[in-house]
């Protein structure tokens, strides 16, 4: 089975686990500061981004740029987006965009990581 990897340079890896941890995700493997974060399937890998800051690298000239992946928002589908706003909030993660149902027939809240990658957290409507 094939699959697309995002991998997230990051600045502070063990501040980006403590909050992807906080979204239900578990460090699946860990080598240095590379590592695969998973949550009900979805794998996600996070990078420090120490040799791309000391270059040379494709993002070195913008690497120091906030917030990182402008542009890109990264979708998880989960089963119950509810409790998981609970949670969010009662953790004080960065909700940029509160808890709403869409046009599309999702409910859907997001976050910004500690690097500020957009996250969106979605379930489908009942009955979608």
Known sequence: MRSIVVELFVSDVEQSI???????FRVAKRWGDWLILERDGVKLTLQGDSHAVAGPHYFTPHIGRQPRGTGVEIVVQVDDVESLYADAQARG????????????????FRVADPAGYFVRLTSPLRGE
């Open 18 to 24: 403590a909050f992807y941890r906080a979204l239900g």
């Open 93 to 108: 993660l960065n909700i940029v965009k509160p808890i709403q149902d869409r046009d599309w027939g999702a409910r859907d």
